[in-house]
């Protein structure tokens, strides 16, 4: 009679493999990452990742939501943080230049630029980060929204266009920082960003 090694411990870290999994991913982006790259860098061999995480794609996916719980969590966390909204988004942007420019990790946002080039094979890569960059002009919407309700922006100001701004500078901020932009050059931008935010009636 055989013995099943069914439910026997994985033999690695399943967390640190997901870490060197992120970072890999976030320096080359989905297409430029490779099976062999991700099992070398995250020291298992094929059959182990196909196991532990599916296919590459599912193995993105579980990445891409783990940047949302850890590196990427610092703007809902800005956000929630300050009780005047103004501070919240100003708060977003310093700590976009400092994470987005941190050399412990690749430059810029993995949402933004894990999908720069894709293929009609990976469209479906693009399409599902464009929809996580697009809840979050959601949440900010939302947030800006509020900010006009309790008055700490005035009744006709637009929150869609100032949602979409402020997107389109962390955006900016994550690509800068990927050309070699500095924490400071791209404090500066953040403070010079928050010029349009439009102050309420005396």
């Not at 943080?81 to 987005?100: I, K, N, Q, T, W």
């Not at 100001?157 to 701004?165: E, G, H, I, N, S």
């Not at 900016?172 to 791209?186: I, K, P, V, Y």
Request: glycine share 6%; proline share 5%.
């Amino acid at each position: 009679m055989t013995t099943t090694k069914r439910g026997r411990p994985r033999s690695f870290d399943r967390e640190a493999a997901l870490v060197q999994a992120t970072l890999l991913f976030w320096q080359h982006g989905y297409e430029g990452t490779s099976i062999s790259d991700l099992t070398a860098a995250m020291g298992i061999s094929p059959p182990s990742l196909y196991a532990a995480f599916g296919d590459k794609r599912a193995l993105f996916t579980e990445v891409v939501d783990r940047y949302g719980t850890t590196f990427g969590a610092f703007m809902e966390d800005a956000l929630a943080r300050e009780r005047d909204p103004r501070a919240g988004f100003a708060r977003m942007l310093e700590e976009a230049a400092v994470s987005y420019t941190d050399p412990g990790h690749p430059a810029g946002c993995l949402v933004i630029s894990a999908a720069t080039n894709y293929s009609p094979q990976t469209a479906d890569v693009e399409q599902d980060l464009r929809a996580r960059r697009t809840a979050n002009v959601g949440s900010f919407e939302a947030r800006l929204e509020d900010a006009r309700a309790r008055g700490a922006l005035p009744e006709d100001a637009d929150t869609r266009a100032l949602a979409v701004y402020f997107a389109a500078v962390v955006q900016g901020m994550s690509q800068q920082a990927r050309d070699g932009a500095s924490t400071q050059e791209l404090r500066r931008v953040a403070r010079l960003a928050m010029n349009a935010w439009p102050e309420p009636p005396a």
